[in-house]
């Protein structure tokens, strides 16, 4: 099992910034460092969605497009932390934020193998 833990959320005006951080953890958490990671949102009444992913390496991201040029997610693989760097936020953006990690590409829930519980990103007017 690989524990997943998100922290960084918050409340924050419209145009500010926040840095999401989600820590590995966990008895296979050395597998970590050869997964994908990614950030999935979901807002009030609505499914949970895709907001970016990063590959094992580092190398190679992918977003969607309402958060392109926004956001961008990076990983430290020595300190099994992701992070999403969140600038020019939107009151549309505020969600509950989950880190996911999964053996295979992912752009959608069903590509995760894990979940963290999620933090709450509220983003005001």
């Known amino acids: 099992q690989v524990q997943l833990v998100e922290s960084g959320g918050g409340l924050v005006q419209a145009g500010g910034s926040l840095r999401l951080s989600c820590a590995a953890s966990?008895?296979?958490?050395?597998?970590?460092?050869?997964?994908?990671m990614a950030w999935f949102r979901q807002a009030p009444g609505k499914e949970r969605e895709f907001v970016a992913t990063i590959s094992w390496s580092g190398d190679s991201t992918t977003y969607v497009d309402s958060v392109k040029g926004r956001f961008t997610i990076s990983r430290d693989n020595a300190k099994k932390l992701v992070y999403l760097q969140m600038n020019g936020l939107k009151p549309e953006d505020t969600a509950v934020y989950y880190c996911?990690?999964?053996?295979?590409?992912?752009?959608?829930?069903?590509?995760?193998?894990?979940w963290g519980k999620g933090t709450l990103v509220t983003v005001s007017s």
């Open positions: 996911a990690a999964g053996r295979f590409i992912i752009t959608a829930a069903n590509d995760v193998d894990y």
């Open positions: 966990g008895r296979t958490a050395s597998n970590y460092n050869t997964a994908n």
